[in-house]
């Protein structure tokens, strides 16, 4: 192994046992003081918003993997190279090192509600990699005093020449490297096993913080309303199911991971422009009157045909009443909501007021909501898209105006107000799917949270428009279902459908991508019959 790619690998062993340190003591400041988790909130929250596509807009489980996976990798490349340059210039390393650390040291300290102390997983982890550095390297035989010039009378201990006599080189020291070739070895393996260790216990640590145990706890309140009982027919077969099961629920949010919240300590703080500022906690939220409605969510950056919605039957206690008690001053517009980690969303004072069932919900499909889906309390609101409405891990609602307070998407590309669009999606038979000629029954979704759907049709190539079997809905808040019976000939055809909302208003054929506020057209499909 040549010498630079020993001390290359010194400088990865070096960055391992960084960052695996900097979790455990992350354990004590908060896991979003990692320096890993630290800048990679960073990047998600700097994504310029409109110019990325669907994939960066919306940070799914995957991308967030990627994402941590893709810092990991430049760390490792960047501290490969500060190992090399270690070879001719141990300060230059000591800066590189040190740079690291003011990167981590500076999103740490960003964060929302970051604590005093989110500097220090960074500065324990900088500092170790220093030490462990210089083992290495001294261990892979590197002479790190080599480039610098050597008063001989000060190395033997002797006081040089008046006139300060140089040599260019101490005499050749044995190359440890060479005598020690396993040493060198091991103590890589020791590095990278220490960095290991430290970084699962760190982790699971941390995930012992969770509050799974907390949530298994909760106890749903009895609501004063069930939702309605669902009608027959509701389901068309081979089409997505009416009810998104909890694990399928689509998840978007831009945390990297999901914020931990103790019910316990949880409190909802309601205050602006109100003439009543409210606190209430878990078990003040509990008390209150709850009841059980399904609503279908759909996100902003969903394209046509997309998959990035789902219905659930929520739990919750209405946001009016609480809204009502707090007395909403004159010209208070927005009513905007605070999450934990400090993401924000804003919906119209008068939609949260119009009698909508917009909930403060703690319930999902008969469970407590899953962490991923805002565990203890989240917001659900008929009609607007979630990234305008749908706060999870919500802390704080703060009424003010439209024109004083940007909510987190807005300065990002997208619109302050955004009600969910008139769309529609064929689900059977999928887009280049065969079948054989003869009746084709062709089935999707169509919705227009709180408007309705009155009325779904279908187009085969360039026929006229045929109108769709509406399946039984329980309410205009969620997406319905649809069939049409297609007397299909031998071929390739292309399918549309396109929706009509409760008002009668039909689904725009313009096209518009998701950017500023959601996206529009008909959805087509191609299938073959033979
Ligand atoms: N705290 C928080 N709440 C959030 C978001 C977020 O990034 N952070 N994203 C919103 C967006 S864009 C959508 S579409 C919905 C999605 O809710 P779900 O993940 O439960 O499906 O949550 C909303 N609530
Ligand atoms: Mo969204």
Not at 78 to 107: D, M, Q
Not at 290 to 295: A, G, K, L, S, T
Request: hydrophobic residues 45%.
């Amino acid at each position: 192994m040549k010498l630079s790619v020993r001390a290359g690998l010194s400088g990865v062993a070096a960055a391992a046992v960084a960052v695996g340190v900097a979790e455990v003591v992350a354990v004590l400041t908060g896991a979003l003081s990692a320096p890993l988790l630290a800048v990679g909130g960073v990047v998600v929250d700097n994504v310029p918003g409109p110019v990325k596509d669907f994939g960066v807009r919306v940070f799914g489980v995957h991308d967030k993997t990627a994402l941590i996976v893709g810092t990991s990798v430049l760390l490792a490349v960047y501290a490969y190279g500060l190992g090399v340059v270690a070879l001719r210039s141990w300060r230059s390393a000591v800066g590189g090192i040190g740079l690291f650390a003011a990167v981590g040291v500076a999103a740490a300290m960003t964060r929302h509600d970051a604590g005093v102390f989110a500097w220090l997983p960074t500065v324990v982890g900088a500092g170790l990699a220093v030490w462990v550095l210089r083992l290495l390297l001294d261990q892979a035989g590197a002479d790190l005093t080599a480039r610098t010039p050597v008063l001989v009378g000060a190395t033997t201990g002797n006081r040089p020449d008046h006139d300060g006599v140089r040599t260019a080189r101490p005499p050749a020291a044995p190359d440890p490297y060479g005598k020690d070739r396993r040493g060198f070895l091991k103590l890589l393996g020791y590095a990278f096993g220490a960095a290991a260790v430290t970084g699962f216990a760190g982790r699971w640590l941390t995930s012992r913080q969770a509050v799974t145990a907390a949530r298994n706890d909760v106890v749903l309140p009895v609501p004063r309303q069930t939702a309605p009982p669902l009608p027959d027919g509701v389901q068309v077969p081979d089409v997505t199911p009416y009810i998104s099961p909890n694990k399928d629920f689509y998840r978007i949010d831009t945390a990297l991971i999901p914020p931990q919240v103790d019910p316990a300590t949880w409190q909802l703080k309601i205050h602006g422009m109100v003439r009543n500022p409210i606190t209430i906690t878990w078990e003040q939220l509990l008390q209150r009157p709850m009841i059980e409605r399904y609503v279908t969510l759909a996100c902003v950056s969903n394209e046509v045909g997309g998959d990035l919605i789902g219905n659930a039957k929520w739990l919750g206690t209405p946001i009016r009443e609480l809204l009502e008690e707090a007395g909403p001053l004159p010209g208070a517009d927005q009513v905007v909501q605070r999450s934990v980690d400090g993401w924000t969303c804003g919906s119209p004072t008068a939609t949260l007021m119009d009698g909508r069932d917009a909930l403060l919900a703690v319930g999902m499909n008969g469970q407590p909501l899953p962490v991923d889906h805002g565990f203890p309390v989240r917001m659900v609101v008929p009609g607007l898209y979630g990234y305008v409405s749908a706060c999870k891990w919500i802390t704080e609602i703060e009424l003010t105006r439209f024109a004083d307070f940007d909510a987190y998407w807005v300065p990002r590309g997208w619109s302050a107000q955004a009600p969910i669009k008139t769309e529609s999606r064929i689900d059977t038979p999928r887009d280049g799917g065969r079948r054989s000629a003869g009746t084709v029954v062709v089935g999707g979704v169509a919705w227009a949270q709180h408007r309705g759907i009155k009325k779904v049709e279908v187009q085969v190539d360039d026929g006229a428009w045929a109108e769709a079997a509406l399946a039984a809905t329980v309410s205009s808040d969620t997406w319905r279902q649809w069939s049409y019976a297609w007397p299909a000939t031998a071929g390739e055809h292309s399918l549309r459908v396109r929706a009509t909302d409760g008002q009668g208003v039909t689904q725009t054929s313009t096209p518009a991508a998701p950017a500023p506020d959601g996206a529009s057209g008909w959805h087509r499909i191609q299938v073959r019959i033979d």
